[in-house]
């Protein structure tokens, strides 16, 4: 294996490669603040370079059929479980996670790729007799090359949302890691060469804004994928459109969850702090705003203590990096001049671990607007910070779900089916949830939110997602020439 867990660098004509003259980037470690890696920066010729392997390996790639590409995928599958702790591991070290959900995030790895597996199945064309004589079908082809633009929050998980399905369909990628945190994509790299991927069909970039911005506007890439804020992901969408590219950008959100009184106290209170809370908050599934319907301060008050219950380190993560607790630290102290009570404060309530105190940390904060519910932040937050309304009745409550600009999830916790049913029915977002604080859909159902959520057609995973990673090609022959003539002929 050719990784190197101190020193990333380009992947292409699957080697690694350094840059003549290099620029490096440090990554950080979240627990203490130390440096882990140098990351080197890919230069924009280098990246040309890169286009254009790809460009003629992914033909020769398209050209193989299904079944010999589907080998590839599942040997890749089973080098994921192979190198799953190894994975983690390098989650939990450079992007935070607590080994757990660092486990879990190389797992949902392997059910994506499963998925990937099963395409074949999916995407055989129609054919019919369409008039005497003319036979039409469909078939699915590639769309080429595409770029990858992953964040910091899912190093893992959220490539391997587009690179499995659109290698199966007989894509190239490109793939920019996040800056912050390279180590588990540089080791993705090598198992793609490990599982026999071809030559220029898997590439790694690394950088920040420029790289990015080179593969956005690049005229020989065909698709883009970005996954992000709200703010660049509207940006990335409107460029890559502007180009005629392929482009879906996932953005943020601000996700809410209906506490009905009926809800089983223990229970909710859990899963609702789980959901808030867990990996930080850093995800955009993440529940930002608990909706409090009627008179249920035993609930409230559930969450409180069980928050204070929770230890740094051991029950929650660091964040990935210095400026997320800032930005943290400034949002709390404006919800406080605003009027918000603050029930749970993570500055102040939390002991950090004596030998962390360089690491990046901020701990459960509960925060309540139930007097002053519209002066509430209507932007993501992205941290482990939840935030409290209540209201005398359920369609106070969904009111207030209706005005947020985000659309990815929301959920409910009731016994009632009836008032499920007409949140489901009234509710914006694209990933809905009945007792579930966090409703990812599984394989093969897709992920895609809504709204200011996510800019561009379809869905990223799942079946819905076959259609952004192929073109839709229809032929229509005509082999008996002394058939009777019509329009067609």
Not at 340 to 351: E, H, M, P, R, S
Not at 378 to 402: D, H, M, Y
Request: aromatic letters at 8%; glycine letters at 8%.
């Amino acid at each position: 294996m050719n990784f190197k867990r101190n020193y990333i660098q380009s992947f292409y004509a699957n080697e690694f490669h350094s840059e003549e003259n290099p620029k490096t980037l440090d990554i950080f470690s979240p627990h203490d603040g130390s440096v882990l890696a140098k990351l080197e920066i890919t230069s924009t010729s280098t990246l040309d370079k890169i286009v254009a392997q790809a460009k003629t390996a992914q033909e020769k790639w398209a050209s193989l059929t299904f079944k010999k590409r589907s080998e590839v995928i599942y040997k890749y599958r089973e080098l994921v479980i192979r190198y799953k702790q190894e994975l983690a591991h390098l989650i939990h070290i450079d992007n935070g996670k607590t080994l757990k959900e660092a486990v879990a995030e190389v797992e949902k790895v392997v059910e994506l790729t499963e998925f990937a597996c099963s395409i074949p199945q999916l995407v055989s064309g129609e054919t019919q007799m369409v008039s005497r004589g003319i036979i039409a079908r469909e078939e699915r082809r590639p769309v080429g090359v595409f770029g990858i633009i992953a964040p910091f929050n899912f190093p893992l998980m959220v490539p391997n949302w587009s690179i499995p399905n659109a290698i199966a369909l007989g894509n190239a990628v490109i793939l920019k890691g996040s800056e912050l945190c390279g180590l588990s994509a540089s080791f993705m790299a090598d198992l793609w060469k490990q599982a026999g991927l071809p030559s220029g069909i898997f590439n790694l970039v690394n950088g920040q804004a420029e790289i990015a911005n080179a593969m956005i506007n690049h005229p020989e890439i065909d698709g883009i994928t970005f996954v992000g804020s709200t703010e660049i992901a509207k940006l990335v969408h409107k460029n890559a459109s502007n180009l005629n590219k392929r482009v879906l950008a996932l953005g943020g959100a601000k996700n809410h969850i209906f506490v009905l009184k009926d809800a089983p106290i223990e229970t909710a209170s859990s899963e609702v702090l789980a959901a808030a809370l867990g990996m930080a908050g850093q995800r955009c599934m993440a529940a930002s705003v608990a909706l409090v319907v009627g008179q249920n301060e035993e609930f409230i008050q559930a969450l409180i203590e069980k928050a204070r219950k929770f230890k740094l380190d051991f029950d929650l993560p660091p964040l990935v990096s210095k400026a997320s607790v800032d930005k943290l630290v400034t949002y709390l102290n404006w919800a406080k001049e605003q009027g918000a009570k603050i029930l749970v404060n993570g500055i102040t309530d939390f002991l950090i671990p004596e030998n962390k105190k360089e690491g990046f940390w901020f701990g459960p904060t509960i925060i309540d607007w139930s007097e002053i519910p519209e002066k509430m932040g209507s932007q993501e937050v992205f941290g482990p910070i939840l935030e409290i309304i209540r209201t005398k009745n359920l369609s106070e409550a969904i009111k207030i779900q209706q005005k947020s600009p985000y659309g990815n999830a929301a959920s409910v916790y009731t016994q009632s089916g009836r008032a499920a049913e007409e949140i489901i029915a009234k509710v914006k977002p694209g990933m809905l949830g009945v007792n579930i604080g966090v409703p990812v859909p599984r394989e093969p159902f897709s992920f895609g939110g809504t709204r200011s959520s996510k800019f561009g057609y379809g869905d990223i995973t799942g079946k819905s997602s076959i259609n952004f990673w192929t073109n839709l090609i229809k032929v229509t022959t005509k082999w008996n020439p002394e058939d009777k003539q019509d329009w067609m002929s």
